[in-house]
């Protein structure tokens, strides 16, 4: 591309659209061209900048930095947790300090997308593509238990349904179709017209093997009010797709046991057509997180380093952490459990010394020991980030900052240790 | 709101045809549905019409505005989520390379893009829905997850 320079990447959610201008004065972003409101709002940089303090006192960031090297130091059995909004450079920072400290390392994929996004590192799912891929060729996109009209605004319009494409020439009215599932009536099964089918919660598994029965030429029966014509119906479009994709969303992965149902769909569907699955991920680098780690220890969370042993299983999840009591500080970076995890387990972080790492004012940093308040990735500093179908972006920074980057503060976290 | 017969009096009555319309009478209910627009009736713009025009522009004024900008945009309802952009076909037409294939715009001629998270509309005039050849395009309108784009 031309003027391929003037565009910026947005850090809003995990498309990372790089196809975003901006303009500054005064080193403050003045306007923005193409982002969506979400993005915007976060390239506008935080409405409350979190202030660096220490027991509730304004601190410098030296102190802040050492003093978080103390409490570390100190700590028998510290957890990492977070990173889903940080660059890759800060997500390897973080899993070496983990290493350093003997420390347990999880973020938010333990408890959204990482069964998913596991089973695709490990090879178990090869059926993926990229975004670009389904705008120049998909025909068929079906959103399974995602509403990216809210979660991700430019899903449809950059990638998927409306662009044209390649092989898509025509303009999505005649050249592709878009499908939703979902247990209800959401702003993307509205897009989606006649072609939105509804399902009661937790019954995605019972689709799923009716809609095989179909795709095998077997009567569809489902325990649900939900009429054989539409399953067979539905069942007709998957077939007849040349090039069909599966986009999962959290509706779909929280209402599964396991990963079965979804495999057994997907092989079936290539048995008869010609299908792709992605999942729908939400903050920017989940995904760089997990590939990061996955690539250090062939785990994508829920480790715990211990000398140069990796363990790694439920119990080293954030919740299973907090719920037992067994961490004696918290060190969280980019993220908010307080506000994601359910109230009884976020509150026994109350009861650990919490170091926050972050731009912005969390409810988490509200409650921390200490706050170092950290460049917002994508606006403020550079770096590279994993899209959520496995495309590494990289970034450089809109305006200048005098804040450090969390990469920054870890390394210099490491280095007092 | 003017009507038909109010706009008549006003013009020079003389059935010229220069408009296209076979009548006076056929130009005004042509000014009022925003068809025409007044100075295409060159008669009108002479000088001895000049207080008649300056009476009839204030007269078609509100119409006319409606249909430069007869589409409203909710913005509170608006998510930027840049739908209506790479649906509506004049953008596709106008900006094959950008806002057609679903990326920001490469020049100015499209109708809808995104600005501050906000469509901004723009070349109204392209808008498939005015001007001669009209159809009713609802490109933009049923693409729209929030309903934030309305004609009146
Ligand atoms: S869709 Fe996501 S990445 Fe794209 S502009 Fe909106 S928030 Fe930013
Ligand atoms: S009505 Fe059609 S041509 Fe006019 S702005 Fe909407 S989509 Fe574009
Ligand atoms: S489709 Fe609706 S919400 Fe999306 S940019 Fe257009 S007006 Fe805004």
């Known amino acids: 591309m031309e003027d391929e320079d003037k565009y910026n990447v947005c850090t809003a959610c995990s498309i990372l659209c790089d196809d975003i201008e901006i303009e500054t004065e005064n080193n403050s972003i003045t306007g923005v061209y193409t982002a969506c409101r979400k993005g915007v709002s976060r390239i506008q940089t935080c409405n409350e900048p979190m202030p660096c303090t220490l027991d509730g006192k304004d601190t410098d960031v030296d102190t802040a930095i050492s003093e978080t090297a103390n409490i570390l130091k100190k700590s028998e059995n510290p957890l990492i947790f977070g990173l889903g909004n940080s660059t890759e450079g800060a997500q390897k920072k973080a899993i070496e300090l983990a290493k350093q400290l003997n420390a347990n390392l999880d973020d938010t994929s333990s408890f959204c997308q990482g069964p998913v996004v596991e089973a695709i590192l490990n090879g178990e799912i090869n059926y993926t593509c990229t975004l670009d891929d389904v705008r120049n060729n998909a025909d068929v996109i079906v959103y399974w238990g995602a509403d990216p009209a809210n979660s991700h605004p430019r899903h449809l319009s950059k990638y998927t349904y409306f662009p044209r494409g390649k092989y898509r020439q025509k303009g999505y009215d005649e050249d592709r179709t878009a499908i939703a599932i979902d247990v209800r009536e959401s702003s993307t099964a509205e897009i989606c017209g006649n072609n939105s089918y509804l399902i009661p919660p937790q019954k995605d598994e019972e689709l799923i093997d009716a809609l095989i029965d179909a795709l095998s030429g077997k009567v569809p029966k489902v325990s649900f009010e939900m009429n054989k014509k539409r399953i067979l119906e539905l069942a007709n479009i998957l077939k007849k797709a040349k090039y069909g994709v599966i986009f999962a969303g959290l509706g779909l992965v929280y209402s599964l046991d396991n990963f079965e149902p979804i495999k057994r769909l997907m092989d079936k569907l290539n048995e008869v057509s010609n299908f792709y699955f992605n999942p729908m991920i939400g903050h920017y680098n989940m995904r760089g997180f997990n590939q990061n780690l996955f690539n250090e220890t062939g785990y994508i969370n829920r480790v715990k380093f211990k000398d140069s042993e990796v363990k790694h299983g439920y119990e080293y999840s954030v919740v299973e952490l907090l719920k037992n009591k067994s961490v004696d500080s918290a060190l969280i970076i980019g993220s908010d459990p307080m506000c994601s995890l359910p109230g009884s387990i976020a509150r026994n972080l109350n009861k650990i010394p919490i170091i926050t790492i972050d731009p912005c004012e969390t409810l988490t940093s509200r409650k921390s020991r200490i706050n170092i308040p950290s460049a917002l990735s994508g606006v403020e500093c550079g770096g590279s980030a994993i899209r959520m179908d496995g495309v590494r972006v990289n970034f450089e920074p809109m305006i200048e900052t005098s804040k450090i980057s969390d990469e920054e503060i870890l390394r210099r976290v490491m280095e007092e240790l | ?152």
């Open chain 2, 1 to 152: 709101m003017a009507n038909a017969m109010e706009i008549y009096q006003l013009l020079p009555k003389t059935n010229c045809k220069k408009c296209g319309k076979s009548t006076c009478m056929a130009f005004a209910t042509a000014l009022l549905s925003g068809e025409l627009r007044l100075d295409d009736c060159p008669e009108i713009l002479e000088d001895k019409y000049k207080q008649n025009y300056e009476k009839l522009s204030e007269l078609v004024a509100p119409i006319e505005n409606a249909s430069e900008t007869g589409m409203i945009i909710h913005e509170g309802k608006c998510t930027g989520c840049g739908n209506c952009v790479v649906a509506c076909p004049v953008n596709v037409a106008e900006d094959p390379k950008g806002t057609g294939i679903g990326l920001a715009p490469k020049n100015d001629r499209v109708i809808l893009k995104v600005v501050n998270g906000v469509v901004q509309k723009g070349n109204i005039h392209n808008c498939r829905r005015f001007g001669e050849n009209k159809i009713l395009c609802n490109a933009c309108i049923e693409t729209c997850p929030t309903k934030a784009i309305e004609f009146v």
